[in-house]
């Protein structure tokens, strides 16, 4: 079966501090990879995605990016934090062609 | 104007009711459409796929209406665990748009 692990669940950091959130998804090859970030209250907002190892592509302008090393391995990053990148965290994968996605358990990051 | 838009509620019932969530989207092309359930700081789960014939999952029932465009979910009997954010999602091509999601507050 399929899993996707998703790391720290919680993190607090100052302003202008790195940041590197790192999602992995076990029992599935090629999947399609997915950031989203949850304001308080808010709806997700789709951040990055990616079909393939090294191919990204950015929904909203931002400081943030995103990193596909591997087939299965998704990682999102900042070089300052800023204190609107607040906000709940989520990776999520499916297959390719419009199919359900399954989300992993979410970082929730507080920029302090 | 959003893609997938619903109400986003509270809507607030007592156990054993039966409630109706509506949600209607943009993308005459969609062709996959599901309900994921969120609970308070965690993942949006599925809850269930929509097909054009309407699906039954025990309490839950989804239904699809192409020519008007939108997309129900029933729950009957409702119980104090249904409380939770639920979000209506069709596909854009290859990826999924989200509703901002209906809050169901189930009360005893």
């Known amino acids: 079966s399929q899993t996707i692990h998703q790391w720290p669940a919680t993190l607090v950091q100052p302003v202008g501090s790195p940041l590197s959130l790192e999602c992995t998804v076990e029992?599935?090859?090629?999947?399609?990879l997915y950031w989203y970030r949850q304001a308080a209250g808010r709806g997700l907002q789709l951040l990055f995605y990616?079909?393939?190892?090294?191919?990204i592509s950015s929904e909203v302008p931002q400081n943030l990016s995103a990193s596909r090393p591997q087939d299965r391995q998704f990682i999102l990053s900042s070089k300052k934090l800023l204190l609107s990148d607040s906000g709940f965290y989520l990776c999520?994968?499916?297959?390719?062609?419009?199919?359900?996605?399954?989300f992993g358990s979410g970082t929730r990051l507080t920029v302090v | 104007r959003k893609e997938v838009e619903q109400d986003p509620g509270p809507f607030n019932v007592p156990e054993g009711a039966t409630v109706a969530f509506n949600c209607t989207y943009s993308?005459?092309?969609?062709?996959?459409f599901f309900w994921y359930r969120q609970d308070c700081r965690k993942e949006p789960k599925l809850l269930m796929s929509?097909?054009?014939s309407g699906n039954e999952d025990g309490r839950f029932t989804a239904q699809l209406n192409r020519a008007s465009q939108y997309i129900s979910l029933l729950i009957r009997d409702s119980k104090l665990s249904d409380s939770a954010t639920y979000l209506c999602?069709?596909?854009?091509?290859?990826?999924?748009?989200f509703g901002g999601g209906t809050r169901l507050m189930v009360k005893p």
């Open positions: 993308n005459s092309a969609s062709q996959s």
């Open positions: 999520a994968w499916s297959r390719q062609g419009g199919f359900s996605y399954t």
């Open positions: 990616s079909v393939g190892i090294g191919q």
């Open positions: 999602v069709g596909n854009a091509g290859n990826m999924l748009t």
């Open positions: 929509v097909y054009s």
């Open positions: 029992g599935t090859s090629n999947p399609n």
